[in-house]
């Protein structure tokens, strides 16, 4: 979201067709023709000037070690030209230049970012209130947050995979005995996802995966003993291979209080 206008993020592909070549008479070889789906390296900034622009593509770290991150961003500069990320970079493909920035320290805490969509609930429960008044008070003395996958979330109950992050999850990723957080709604798909391990030459396990984008709200009555926990699941993630960039989770994203009357 950029001055309270939502964009759409994509990158723009291209099929590349291949033949393989016989090593012995070095010209190409019978029934083997195939194309692989690539990302473009440019777009067209400027129709008019026909001016090109790159695609940059961001992501982030979390590194405790202030000492280690130093080093990694020493060695990320020495070596920026290097990289080659993706599949088929013997044939030179995957090229990148690296950068790495300092993240910049975020203006409003997790803290100010539950209160503020508490006191958003609080505001929007009051103007729908003119049509009927709900027998259950669902508000005094419940603090209420959410969940919002930022990425793909590999998770599992009872050693069973799941689509759902429940109460009884939450509690025992935070070791916290709280019988008073409830998961009231929940929003997700699924789908399966699968790769190769260049490291051992064979295929990764296919995987049912919480689609990203998906939200869980849930309510408690100690707000209190949920603060750190939520901080650290914002930095670790939640789930299985989390170091691979899964489940990535955010606490009370901001789009929770832009409604549908004032949304661009």
Not at 217 to 227: A, G, V
Not at 258 to 264: I, Q, S, T, Y
Request: a negative charge; glycine letters at 6%.
């Amino acid at each position: 979201m950029v001055n309270n206008n939502y964009y759409s993020h994509s990158a723009s592909s291209r099929f590349l067709t291949r033949v393989g070549i016989n090593r012995r008479r070095a010209t190409s070889e019978e029934e083997i023709i195939y194309s692989i789906q690539v990302l473009n390296e440019s777009f067209l900034k400027n129709t008019k000037t026909d001016e090109w622009d790159n695609f940059v593509f961001r992501g982030f770290v979390w590194i405790d070690d202030e000492s280690l991150a130093e080093k990694l961003q020493e060695f990320v500069a020495r070596n920026s030209d290097n990289f080659r990320i993706g599949g088929s970079t013997s044939r030179g493909l995957g090229k990148v230049k690296t950068e790495l920035y300092p993240a910049e320290v975020p203006v409003v805490t997790l803290q100010s970012r539950i209160d503020n969509f508490n006191q958003a609930l609080q505001t929007r429960w009051k103007l729908w209130s003119i049509f009927g008044k709900c027998k259950n008070d669902l508000l005094t003395g419940k603090t209420y947050f959410t969940l919002d996958l930022q990425s793909d979330a590999i998770l599992s109950e009872n050693w069973q995979r799941t689509t759902v992050i429940s109460a009884d999850m939450l509690k025992d990723v935070a070791n916290i005995n709280d019988e008073s957080l409830e998961m009231h709604l929940a929003y997700s798909s699924y789908d399966y996802r699968s790769g190769w391990n260049s490291a051992w030459g064979l295929m990764k396990d296919v995987e049912l995966v919480t689609n990203k984008g998906s939200v869980y709200l849930f309510s408690t009555t100690q707000p209190e003993k949920w603060y750190p926990v939520l901080e650290n699941l914002s930095k670790n993630g939640i789930g299985d291979r989390t170091c691979e960039g899964f489940g990535q989770v955010e606490v009370c994203n901001e789009f929770h209080q832009v409604f549908r009357e004032n949304a661009k």
